[in-house]
């Protein structure tokens, strides 16, 4: 049976690593913040010793049946998965949330260690948690990424034509990755969307210089960057 002292000790780490996680996902505003994580790594820290807690009477016990904590544990990860997939969110074309479920996810883990006494292995995972959220944050910064966009051109049918569109949306800056073209018969209108790749540092401008360009060209009815 695990003493009081340990029990203490492991729910003390695991709020430990919980509140530095927090404290990180907190101060950038993340939808799992402080409280989040901290009663992420807890409660499993407490599932894992309960589980122990719970099979360590009939542990050495003669007889088929072999107790297994781990089970509830692999439950516990299980679950978390389940909350980690409801915290992404897909806007367009913009996916949010998925450093947050992973996070969610490592937390878990990092509890599961404490509780069962692995303080090392906690330990150590909970310096690679904040060196990545930390240290590689700063770093990300100064890796050169793109940054994908869309810009919808409505066109009546005396407008450019698709393809004239394109050369000049590429003329500005912008790679353009598909076309998707939509007509409308009835009102004698046509769509073309672009999906377009720009760098990150560039997309304010492009964007601006595209649309003003586009709203003043002759033929052309609506223009929208998203």
């Known amino acids: 049976m695990i003493s009081e002292r340990d029990v203490f000790i492991r729910l003390g780490l695991a709020f430990f690593a919980g509140l530095l996680i927090g404290l990180d996902r907190e101060s950038h505003g993340r939808a799992a913040g402080l409280r989040t994580t ?3 790594c807890v409660s499993a820290a407490l599932g894992m010793i309960f589980s122990e807690q719970l099979v360590a009477p009939f542990m050495g016990i003669p007889g088929t049946w072999r107790p297994d904590p781990g089970r509830l544990a692999a439950g516990m ?5 389940f ?3 409801g915290s992404i969110m897909h806007q367009e074309n ?3 949330g998925v450093t947050t479920a992973a996070m969610l996810w490592y ?3 990092l509890g599961l260690a404490f509780g069962a006494g692995q303080i090392v292995l906690g330990l ?3 310096g690679i948690a904040l060196v990545v959220l930390i240290a590689m944050s700063r770093l ?9 966009g869309r810009v919808s051109i409505c066109c009546g049918t005396d407008g450019p034509s698709e393809t004239e569109l394109r050369k000049q949306v590429e003329s500005m800056g912008a790679i353009v990755n598909s ?6 018969l009835q009102q004698k209108q046509r769509t073309v969307v672009f999906e377009v790749r720009v760098r990150p540092a560039d997309e304010f401008e492009v964007s601006t210089r595209m649309v003003s360009h586009f709203a003043k060209q002759p033929g052309v009815l609506q223009v929208k960057w998203c």
């Open 38 to 40: 901290i009663l992420v």
């Open 77 to 81: 990860l299980t679950g978390m998965g």
């Open 83 to 85: 909350l980690g997939a």
């Open 94 to 96: 913009v996916v949010r």
């Open 107 to 109: 937390t878990t883990v």
């Open 124 to 126: 150590a995972g909970l």
């Open 140 to 148: 990300e910064k100064h890796i050169k990424s793109d940054w994908y």
């Open 179 to 184: 076309v998707d073209l939509d007509y409308n």
